[in-house]
């Protein structure tokens, strides 16, 4: 069976403070895809990263940054320097390495940056 | 245009009352699929399809229909609507697969059922 975790319910950080936003995965696959995706207060769901499992090297996009650890199966998302716009809903996915298989959402962190 | 239109954007319906979701794509993409979300449970999946003759049911199908008329459109029809059906409902696409890639989603609609 597929999962996805994130224990964060909600996180609030001051301005400029570093947060990790954690996620863990269950899967038997070898192949499979992990997804985050962000969902500001408009609603939209915003696509940010997918990693396959096989590609175990960490990412850094501007102040955003991933660590992927195959040993205990999680796919964290730290921000850095926090800004109020990073005040969202964050979606850690799943999905299979096969044709015919749907993402897997976890129940999403909701972040508030405090100014 | 936006890659994944959803109409409407928002809508008040009473109890009982028959509504539809429409989404339209641009994207090229067979699959589609929508989703609801509720606050603290994620997006759960309603209905899927794979192509315009394959359609299948998620995991909280029941109270829920689906068309697909094209391979651009997939709607979602709530036949007697109910309050606990009040979320933010999502269309989504994607290509076969084979890639792993993820969705592309629309912008959403949020339905009150009161």
């Known amino acids: 069976a597929q999962k996805v975790t994130q224990a964060q319910t909600e996180i609030s950080v001051v301005e400029k403070e570093d947060v990790t936003l954690d996620c863990v995965y269950e899967t038997r696959d070898t192949t499979y895809y992990l997804f985050w995706y962000k969902q500001p207060p408009s609603g939209e769901l915003v696509f940010l990263i997918r990693r396959n499992s096989f590609d175990e090297q960490n990412?850094?996009?501007g102040?955003?940054?991933?660590?992927?650890?195959?040993?205990?199966s999680s796919f964290n998302f730290t921000i850095t320097?926090?800004?109020?716009?990073d005040s969202a809903v964050y979606f850690c996915a799943?999905?299979?390495g096969t044709s015919y298989d749907k993402v897997?959402?976890?129940?999403?962190?909701?972040?508030s940056v405090i100014p | 245009d936006a890659d994944v239109t959803q109409t409407p954007r928002n809508r008040i319906t009473k109890t009982g009352k028959r509504i539809m979701l429409e989404c339209s794509q641009t994207k090229g993409h067979d699959r589609m699929y929508w989703y609801r979300q509720d606050p603290g449970l994620g997006l759960r999946l309603i209905y899927y399809s794979f192509d315009v003759k394959d359609i299948n049911k998620g995991e909280i199908s029941d109270g829920y229909s689906v068309s697909r008329q094209a391979q651009a459109k997939f709607s979602l029809s709530l036949e007697s609507a109910i309050p606990n059906q009040t979320a933010l409902y999502f269309c989504a696409t994607s290509d076969n697969g084979l890639l792993g890639y993820g969705y592309t989603f629309g912008s959403g609609t949020r339905l009150t059922v009161v």
């Open chain 1, 94 to 96: 799943l999905r299979r």
């Open chain 1, 104 to 111: 897997i959402f976890g129940p999403g962190t909701s972040l």
């Open chain 1, 81 to 85: 320097a926090s800004q109020v716009v």
């Open chain 1, 63 to 72: 102040r955003y940054s991933w660590n992927f650890q195959k040993s205990t």
């Open chain 1, 59 to 61: 990412e850094i996009s």
